[in-house]
């Protein structure tokens, strides 16, 4: 079946600093969407790519989906405290009813 | 608008108790969907509906039991209460699974089983 691997799974940035993290999908999608979870929080939607090599900004943040829609990345500019978090991303297959299969999900500690 | 609602927040359950999570949203989205999260883990699919008096299994439906007989509720219920149960549990809705197909997600339920 469709899987969705991200990573990595934890990522330690010092604040002001870049990063990115990685979704692949063993198949290909329709489109995938991004979220993120505060800490003891829920998730919370932040965009959707459905385009073949789409790239959308969310002001310091990126997201592009690849040309051949297997995967993703997320790029987040001068990370900042309140980027603390894990971000999901979560893949609808082509096929059928397309159910959302979402990544394990890289966890996010800023340090100041 | 208070969007999707879950109930209770916190739960201890004995092993083989059973008990009803529920949820319920007030946007009137076709699609609900209930996922179980585990510490460090995404989030799993347990069951689906896309509308009222229609649902599926997910990834991992074994022990749990759906219903979905109104738009706006969709309860999910645990039989026989394993420790494998324990985990946080989110109740999930959207309006379609196409261009404005994001979740809106509740605030999670906590269940522990010991």
């Known amino acids: 079946g469709q899987q969705v691997m991200q990573i990595p799974q934890y990522q330690h940035v010092q604040e002001g600093e870049d990063f990115t993290t990685y979704c692949n999908s063993s198949?290909?999608?329709?489109?995938i969407q991004w979220y993120k979870q505060r800490p003891g929080g829920h998730p919370v939607f932040l965009i959707q790519?459905?385009?073949?090599?789409e790239v959308k900004k969310q002001k310091r943040l990126t997201f592009q989906f690849g040309e051949a829609k297997k995967n993703s990345s997320l790029h987040i500019t001068a990370t900042q405290t309140t980027d603390v978090g894990t971000y999901f991303c979560?893949?609808?297959?082509?096929?059928?009813?397309?159910?959302?299969?979402f990544g394990a999900g890289t966890q996010v500690v800023v340090t100041p | 608008n208070a969007g999707v609602t879950q109930t209770p927040k916190f739960r201890i359950l004995k092993i083989g108790q059973s008990m009803t999570l529920q949820c319920a949203q007030d946007?009137?989205?076709?699609?609900m969907y209930w996922y179980r999260q585990d510490p460090g883990m995404g989030l799993k699919l347990i069951y689906y509906?896309?509308?009222?008096?229609?649902?599926d299994k997910g990834e991992v439906p074994n022990g749990y039991n759906v219903s979905r007989s109104t738009t706006e509720d969709f309860p999910l219920r645990l039989e026989l209460a394993a420790p494998s149960q324990t985990s946080v549990y989110f109740c999930?809705?959207?309006?379609?699974?196409?261009?404005?197909?994001?979740?809106?997600f509740g605030e999670g339920s906590r269940l522990t089983v010991l």
């Open positions: 999930a809705s959207s309006y379609s699974t196409g261009a404005t197909g994001e979740l809106f």
């Open positions: 198949t290909t999608l329709s489109n």
């Open positions: 946007m009137n989205h076709n699609y």
């Open positions: 790519l459905v385009k073949s090599g």
């Open positions: 509906s896309v509308g009222a008096g229609i649902t």
């Open positions: 979560a893949g609808r297959a082509t096929d059928s009813w397309g159910k959302l299969q």
